[in-house]
């Protein structure tokens, strides 16, 4: 496994420890208390405002804006959409998680017309979610992954290049393509897809990490390493997806440097 010289996981955790980012969200109404939990066990504020009268005012004090559309609504997309444009104007990033995209018409639809009336600074999903807005043969079973046909390093990378932004597809291995480098990130445990919401709150600490690293790969990168480096410390302590939804939330809080560094599964493509 190569390690990556530039990358200092514990450093941008660390980061997001003592500067507390706001993060605001706009998110799935069926995860947002376990995206709000871990948002804060890593270290940062989470605060989640939806209502279109003050999404531009909270956007405008966040570190970064995370918007997913896992219980999506018309109206829900178009308040994203405007929380995404002030966020651009301010330069804050935006980490969007197109949850269900291939699913249904109106899920596909709502993640073109989020990418395309603003800019999406990490676009997050699973091979399916992403092999569909990218135009590959690809299948999504209501907001999981049925398949992908082809390379999804290729996929990824073909999106990103298209959408100049950053693509983190998440699976038994993450890839985060974007600036030219390619991310394979495989740390995590199967126990982490025996509960509801650990790809939203992937998206959250992607969010976590965006706030404080303007290299939006490395730290999308990094979040989801560290992320996945929690869920398999807690899988150790765990009997069961009750217990393990705890331990999860403690790893997450207790994440040391000698942790990260000696389970960090991270390589570096160009």
């Given at each position: ?14 980061k997001v420890r003592q500067t507390k980012p706001l993060i ?55 308040t994203m959409i405007v929380a995404a444009k002030a966020a ?33 600074d990490v676009l997050k999903g699973n091979y399916g979610e ?141």
């Open positions: 496994m190569r390690r990556l010289n530039d990358m200092d996981a514990y450093g941008m955790l660390g605001h969200h706009i998110t799935n109404w069926v995860t947002i208390y376990d995206c709000a939990n871990m948002t804060r066990v890593f270290g940062a504020l989470p605060v989640m405002a939806h209502a279109r009268e003050e999404v531009e005012e909270m956007t405008g004090i966040a570190g970064a804006l995370v918007l997913n559309i896992g219980t999506l609504t018309p109206e829900l997309v178009d651009n104007k301010r330069k804050i990033p935006v980490v969007f998680d197109a949850v269900g995209t291939g699913a249904t018409r109106l899920r596909t639809d709502s993640a073109m017309k989020i990418l395309a009336e603003a800019r999406v992403i092999g569909v807005l990218a135009g590959a043969k690809a299948q999504v079973k209501g907001v999981e992954s049925a398949g992908l046909e082809g390379d999804p390093q290729q996929v990824a990378l073909r999106l990103s290049s298209q959408l100049k932004n950053t693509v983190a597809m998440t699976g038994r291995t993450d890839i985060v393509s974007g600036n030219g480098t390619t991310y394979l990130i495989d740390n995590g445990s199967p126990m982490m897809g025996c509960i509801v919401g650990t790809g939203c709150m992937a998206a959250s600490i992607i969010g976590c990490f965006c706030a404080v690293e303007e290299d939006y790969a490395l730290a999308s990168a990094a979040a989801l390493a560290c992320y996945g480096i929690a869920g398999e410390i807690a899988s150790t302590r765990a009997e069961g997806p009750g217990t393990f939804k705890e331990a999860f939330y403690d790893a997450a809080y207790g994440l040391n440097r000698s942790e990260i560094e000696s389970m960090l599964k991270v390589r570096k493509l160009r």
